[in-house]
């Protein structure tokens, strides 16, 4: 019987070392490493208490190794902090995630799902012991099982749960902003009473743009050739996103929702399209991105509060979207109007998968080979949308401001692209802020004057588009260098981070 329990006892500690063995791999700190080696020691003591509850544990924790292992191998290491993966997982798309999971997965990641898949078989042999624990020992480990959890209880893998529990949370932010803004929708804001300079106002967010592959921004390749022609009648600034989520970013631009207090100004600050409901314009949002699902709830919230919503992907899948021409027959469809006006362009823009965001009649690079090539046909394709946009707002001698700025930027490289990186690069906030006023504005010229060579924070983007359109009279510029990665909880300093370039090297 001895030899028996003996035997258990070991194949307990080498069932979860096995289990326990990638996350040891990819720690991030000796404090990580001695931190597994007691939650090695917390399993053994599970297959103490129960056989049941043991396999129970090393099932979550493989669950969690899958997470952490590939988070370690695809997104530039674990920092021990995983909820922003499992935020962004959670409020993506099925498209999304399918699009993900071609780009993403390859042989490491099914290696180590073969390696937990085997590891976990062989854990199920623990139920060919046949051996009691006396109750004495069971007891003494339960008791120890509890000192151990409340020891470990705020280190992954152990706070999973809770993290995602918050995940959850955060995503009913949607339902508390509708709420409350119907309750202020009587409430006049900075628009009541306001002179209406511009006859129209057209505000157009790009997707995945990252300013230095603009040639507009120096770019080495023609890639901006419309923008690069009207470069005298644009005044175009360096401008970091306040984040690397597209989720994040366009409320935090629409509602001047700060970085470190997100949750509460989503929910109860009024939006830029509300400023000019209340000042007489006719708002209208035109979306060729998503509009159901949780990934784009927080947006399509913001959005419904226009006169009009129009989204040209409803009910289709991301691999169903169309290019950003869909902006351009619809324009063909309905004839600019007198009444004054202000657009809300919602682009797909240069969002991965790059080659489906360009048609090859009009591409930089007809036969573009490799990522950077691809992008930059996205970046080519963007500009010849935006003058066919510009040449239908440019008519009759109207008064118009146009305003192009992205999400965020992008990463591009052959091995990594995209954006949502832990820890972020640079590329990913580095975005192009252009402004075309077809009349003077000298307020347009006093941001020119004084910000041009200086980087802004586009976190108080909602304050500048209602200076320049003389909707408030205080323009409250950010220099600030504080970003957020991933999600709320986690703002960052932009000078701090480094910049990966195209040939993968780290500057």
Known sequence: MIKKKFSYFIFLCLTAFLAILPQLYVSYSIKQSKFLLLLLLLLVIFGLIGRVIFVIAIFLLDITSIFIVHTYLHWGGYDGNIEPRLAVAYISPSYETFEYLQTYINIYDLSILVYLFVSFVITLFIFRFHIKIPLVVKGMAIVLAILIIGKIKHREPVKIIDELINVIHRNQLTIDRVEQQEKQYDVPIVGRGK???????????????????????????????????????????????????????????????????????????????????????????????????????????????????????????????????????????????????????????????????????????????????????????????????????????????????????????????????????????????????????????????????????????????????????????????????????????????KRIGCDEKIY
């Open 195 to 497: 002179k209406k300079v511009y006859d129209d106002i057209v505000i157009i967010f790009g997707e995945s743009v990252n300013r230095g592959f603009l040639s507009l921004y120096g770019y080495h390749k023609e890639t901006t050739p419309f923008m690069n022609a009207i470069r005298e009648n644009l005044n175009y600034l360096n401008a970091i996103a306040p984040t690397n989520q597209t989720e994040l970013s366009i409320p935090i631009y629409l509602v001047n929702a700060r970085l470190d207090h997100f949750d509460k100004d989503y929910v109860y600050n009024p939006s830029l399209i509300k400023t000019y409901n209340d000042a007489g314009y006719r708002t209208l949002w035109l979306s060729n991105q998503g509009s159901a699902g949780k990934h784009d709830d927080k947006i399509r919230a913001i959005a419904q509060e226009s006169n009009s919503t129009t989204f040209f992907n409803e009910g289709k899948e991301y691999y169903a979207a169309k290019t950003d021409n869909v902006f351009l027959n619809y324009f063909q469809t309905h004839p600019l109007s007198d009444i004054r006006s202000v657009y809300f362009l919602h682009l797909i823009g240069s969002h991965f998968d790059y080659k489906k965001r360009y048609t090859k009649n009009i591409a930089l690079n007809p036969n573009a080979e490799g990522i950077a090539e691809e992008y930059e046909n996205s970046i080519y394709y963007t500009d010849q949308v935006l003058e066919r946009i510009f040449k239908y707002f440019m008519v009759r001698n109207k008064k118009v401001l146009i305003i192009y700025l992205s999400d965020h930027g992008e990463v591009v490289s052959e091995q990594k692209h995209g954006h949502g990186f832990a820890p972020s690069y640079k590329n990913e906030y580095e975005v192009p802020f252009i402004i075309y006023s077809s009349i003077p504005n000298k307020r347009l010229q006093k941001i020119k004057d004084h910000y041009s060579n200086v980087p802004l924070n586009l976190e108080n983007f909602k304050n500048y588009v209602e200076y320049l359109s003389y909707m408030r009279d205080d323009i409250n510029i950010s220099n600030r260098s504080n970003v957020i990665s991933l999600t709320p909880d986690n703002v960052i300093d932009y000078t701090k981070l």
